[in-house]
């Protein structure tokens, strides 16, 4: 029998999850809930789900580093990669310094050091 699933949500590990979560809203859109200042859930269409979680002490790993613990990010498509740099810079993300994808995309790096 194959074993059949779905992606549920992404938990993103932070120090501030309510910041963290309207910085996604801002770039994403969506509705924001929460029951605690320790988790916040992000959805939007269609069917998308981010959650954040409060973890003390949180060092994002540098980006690039082999060496550093597994990680993963998220890859979002956008129509004017340019224009969406810009607002994101804007929203309080950082440009990595590291950019393997020449034009065709950009890495940024979410107010907590997250790679996208």
Do not use: K
């Not at 999850?17 to 770039?27: I, Q």
């Not at 956008?78 to 950009?106: C, I, K, M, N």
């Amino acid at each position: 029998m194959t074993l059949r699933a779905r992606l549920f949500a992404a938990t993103i590990d932070c120090p501030d999850p309510v910041g963290l979560a309207r910085f996604y809203r801002t770039f994403l859109g969506g509705q924001l809930r929460s029951g605690s200042p320790d988790f916040v859930v992000l959805t939007s269409d269609p069917g998308i789900r981010l959650d954040f979680q409060r973890v003390a002490n949180r060092q994002p790993a540098p980006w690039p580093d082999p060496a550093a613990p597994g990680r993963v990010h998220l890859d979002f498509s956008v129509e004017d990669l340019g224009e969406a740099e810009r607002q994101l810079l804007e929203l309080g993300a950082t440009l990595a310094s590291y950019q393997p994808g020449g034009e065709r995309f950009r890495v940024l790096l979410d107010p907590e050091g997250h790679p996208f």
